[in-house]
């Protein structure tokens, strides 16, 4: 999909985290373009960088480059039960409120309680880290 970024952030490969519009976005003449493609809180990777600019008064220098985007690849901690390669999986974090090394594998930033996902890689078991005692492994989401 074709969106703009701030032109200093404009690079192959960045990943974002799109956090939704600013009221001065409203009224842009871009923001179908810009903004209404993107989903608030998702993750993008930028596939390709074109050359064209646009004014663009919230971001840092004034101007926006068009780049193409896909939904970025999730790394995530799932039920080792049900990471298998090329899958698909209802994501469902574990009732947990531990404050552990893994908090960010079974809460990733971009993903939701009951997003529909593919199993694009499966990573590695993770054992015996879980401070819960569950059997875990890290995968590669696509959403």
Do not use: Q, W
Not at 4 to 23: P, Q, V
Request: proline share 4%; net charge positive; charged share 35%.
């Amino acid at each position: 999909m074709i969106t703009l970024i701030g032109k200093d952030l404009a690079d192959k490969g960045l990943i974002f985290r799109h956090y939704g519009a600013s009221s001065e976005c409203e009224k842009c003449r871009f923001k179908s373009t810009c903004i209404d493609p993107l989903e608030s809180g998702r993750m993008y990777i930028i596939k390709d960088v074109k050359d064209t600019e646009h004014p663009c008064p919230i971001h840092e220098g004034g101007k926006v480059k068009v780049v193409e985007v896909d939904k970025a690849y999730i790394k995530a901690a799932v039920d080792s039960k049900k990471a298998f390669e090329g899958s698909n999986i209802v994501f469902s974090p574990p009732e947990c409120d531990e404050e552990c090394s893994l908090r960010d594998l079974c809460f990733p930033e971009g993903l939701y309680r009951e997003d529909k996902c593919r199993i694009v890689k499966k990573i590695r078991k993770i054992n015996g880290r879980c401070a819960k005692g569950l059997d875990l492994t890290t995968v590669l989401l696509r959403y």
